[in-house]
């Protein structure tokens, strides 16, 4: 079994490493000429170290992790707290794992590192997949140029303008959310003291919100603010003004304000998602990742569920043996509820929790307000806990037939 793979993000390196613990040969072909991330933090719930505990990287990744203590729900248009949720030792016993951060770039080259020492995963930078083929033997992946690449199965995890989606799913162009992100990392001195939170920390207020946390042993700190401003056009990482975030989010109270003037070098993200659709797969092609399920970032989850989408298309594989197609499906199949999940439910997030105002406001304050612990961690546990993943697919045992 040989596996193409389009795309070397942490989708498709989370996919080659768990097809390499199975022993299964992987081509990963990636169009940027380097690889890496962007230089950002990202958080991992307990799941994402549910996949990596079985990718044989969990503890390495927990080393250079901070352990956010909880998560705090603030309101931006008063500046009160509207309630702080645990993820102490009861948080992690119940779910197995804790909630963290860690940079991009750590977690990508800890996937990029493993891959390459597995010995079964070749990687090709430089590599732009246009188009695939099939027959009923094998599959290829075609690059600019004409050249392809072949292999029992093809991955597509090429992200959000996925080329492999556009010939199966034709979908057209994501969806534009109306919603910019500005992004920026800085030194844990310029932060404000007492807003140094070893927390998930998020201001929720008039159609907008922030969200900070330390990042690399709390000597940076990790600043997103994001504005629903109708924005029409998707953008990912141009580099902007600070006059610019400063103007969005000038109308909120102080305390924001001098959290959002610490940031520098902002970059910003127009974001996109899609519908969830219920076939992404052809043959012996499929997605993964944003490629599949591209969401807002409102759950955290993306990437997520990008190394969990890996974690259970290497276990069908391995199932179901030579029956590439039955393996993909059976993967899709077991995929497609929970990612949509996410994707729907990011949405619900940004306009009822994160944006509203006025009586709406008012509402999910009283609302959250009233949450405790308990139900919290309830609330999450379709999400957090080990048996809820749906990384692994069983090849259905055949039911004997009576005999005619
Ligand atoms: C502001 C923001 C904050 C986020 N925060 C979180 C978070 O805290 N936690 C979380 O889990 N998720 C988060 N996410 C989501 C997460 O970043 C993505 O879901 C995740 O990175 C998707 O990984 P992927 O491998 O599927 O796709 P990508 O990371 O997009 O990788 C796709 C790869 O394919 C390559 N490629 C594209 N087209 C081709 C082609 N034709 N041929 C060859 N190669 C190609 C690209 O160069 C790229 O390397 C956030 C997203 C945003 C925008």
Same mark, same amino acid.
């Not at 991955?155 to 799913?169: K, Y």
């Not at 797969?281 to 990008?306: E, I, K, S, W």
């Not at 969990?308 to 199932?319: H, R, V, Y």
């Given at each position: 079994?040989?596996? =193409?793979?389009v !795309?070397?993000?942490?989708?498709?390196l989370?996919?080659?490493?768990?097809l390499?613990?199975?022993g299964?040969?992987?081509? =990963?072909?990636e169009?940027?000429p380097?690889?890496?991330e962007?230089?950002?933090?990202?958080?991992?719930?307990?799941?994402?170290?549910?996949?990596? &505990?079985?990718?044989g990287?969990?503890?390495?990744?927990?080393?250079g992790a901070?352990?956010?203590?909880?998560?705090?729900?603030m &309101?931006s248009?008063?500046?009160?707290?509207?309630? $702080?949720?645990?993820?102490?030792?009861?948080?992690?016993?119940?779910?197995?794992?804790?909630?963290?951060v860690v940079h991009?770039?750590?977690?990508? +080259?800890?996937l990029?590192?493993?891959?390459t020492?597995? !010995?079964?995963?070749?990687? $090709?930078t430089? =590599?732009?997949?246009?188009?695939?083929?099939? &027959?009923?033997r094998?599959?290829?992946?075609?690059?600019?140029?004409g050249?392809?690449f072949?292999?029992?199965?093809l991955?597509?995890?090429?992200?959000?303008h996925?080329a492999?989606?556009?010939?199966i799913?034709r &979908?057209g162009?994501?969806?534009?959310?109306?919603h910019?992100?500005?992004?920026?990392?800085?030194?844990?001195?310029?932060?404000?003291e007492?807003?140094r939170?070893?927390?998930?920390?998020?201001?929720?207020?008039?159609?907008?919100?922030? =969200?900070?946390?330390?990042?690399? !042993?709390?000597?940076?700190?990790?600043?997103?603010?994001?504005?629903?401003d109708?924005?029409? $056009?998707?953008?990912?990482?141009?580099?902007?003004?600070?006059?610019?975030?400063?103007e969005?989010?000038?109308?909120?109270?102080?305390?924001?304000? +001098?959290?959002?003037?610490?940031?520098?070098?902002w970059?910003?993200?127009?974001?996109?998602?899609?519908?969830?659709?219920?076939?992404?797969?052809?043959?012996?092609?499929?997605?993964? !990742?944003?490629?599949?399920?591209?969401?807002?970032?409102y759950?955290?989850?993306?990437?997520?569920?990008a190394?969990?989408?890996?974690?259970?298309?290497?276990?069908?594989?391995?199932?179901?043996g030579?029956?590439?197609v039955?393996?993909?499906?059976?993967?899709?199949?077991?995929?497609?509820? +929970?990612?949509?999940?996410?994707?729907?439910?990011?949405?619900?997030?940004?306009?009822?929790?994160f944006?509203?105002?006025?009586?709406?406001?008012?509402? +999910?304050?009283?609302?959250l307000e009233?949450?405790?612990?308990?139900a919290?961690?309830?609330?999450?546990?379709w999400l957090y806990?080990a048996?809820?993943?749906h990384?692994?697919?069983?090849?259905?045992?055949a039911?004997?037939?009576?005999?005619?």
């Amino acid at each position: 079994m040989r596996v =193409v793979i389009v !795309g070397a993000g942490i989708g498709g390196l989370a996919a080659a490493l768990a097809l390499a613990q199975s022993g299964q040969q992987s081509l =990963v072909l990636e169009a940027a000429p380097q690889l890496g991330e962007i230089g950002a933090g990202i958080q991992l719930g307990p799941n994402a170290f549910h996949v990596l &505990d079985q990718l044989g990287m969990g503890e390495t990744l927990l080393k250079g992790a901070v352990y956010v203590d909880s998560f705090r729900l603030m &309101d931006s248009a008063t500046g009160r707290q509207i309630n $702080r949720f645990s993820f102490g030792t009861e948080f992690r016993q119940r779910f197995g794992n804790p909630y963290v951060v860690v940079h991009r770039a750590d977690l990508h +080259r800890s996937l990029l590192d493993a891959c390459t020492s597995s !010995g079964l995963v070749e990687i $090709r930078t430089g =590599v732009t997949i246009e188009r695939f083929e099939q &027959d009923a033997r094998a599959v290829r992946a075609v690059a600019a140029g004409g050249r392809s690449f072949e292999g029992d199965a093809l991955i597509g995890a090429d992200g959000l303008h996925s080329a492999v989606r556009a010939q199966i799913v034709r &979908d057209g162009a994501p969806r534009v959310s109306g919603h910019t992100t500005y992004r920026s990392v800085v030194d844990v001195e310029a932060m404000p003291e007492e807003f140094r939170w070893n927390s998930m920390a998020v201001w929720v207020g008039p159609k907008s919100h922030i =969200v900070h946390y330390p990042l690399k !042993g709390a000597k940076l700190f990790n600043l997103v603010a994001t504005a629903h401003d109708e924005a029409d $056009r998707a953008l990912a990482g141009a580099a902007v003004t600070d006059e610019e975030v400063a103007e969005k989010f000038a109308h909120l109270v102080p305390d924001v304000w +001098r959290i959002i003037s610490c940031g520098q070098a902002w970059k910003k993200w127009v974001l996109c998602d899609r519908e969830p659709v219920e076939n992404w797969n052809d043959g012996r092609v499929t997605l993964l !990742g944003d490629a599949a399920h591209p969401t807002l970032q409102y759950f955290a989850q993306g990437a997520c569920m990008a190394m969990e989408d890996g974690m259970c298309l290497a276990n069908a594989l391995g199932a179901f043996g030579p029956d590439v197609v039955e393996a993909l499906d059976a993967y899709r199949r077991e995929r497609l509820v +929970r990612t949509a999940r996410i994707q729907l439910g990011s949405r619900l997030i940004g306009d009822h929790i994160f944006h509203p105002s006025g009586v709406h406001a008012l509402t +999910r304050n009283a609302t959250l307000e009233s949450i405790g612990d308990a139900a919290f961690m309830n609330a999450f546990a379709w999400l957090y806990d080990a048996g809820n993943t749906h990384t692994s697919v069983k090849r259905p045992t055949a039911v004997p037939q009576p005999a005619v």
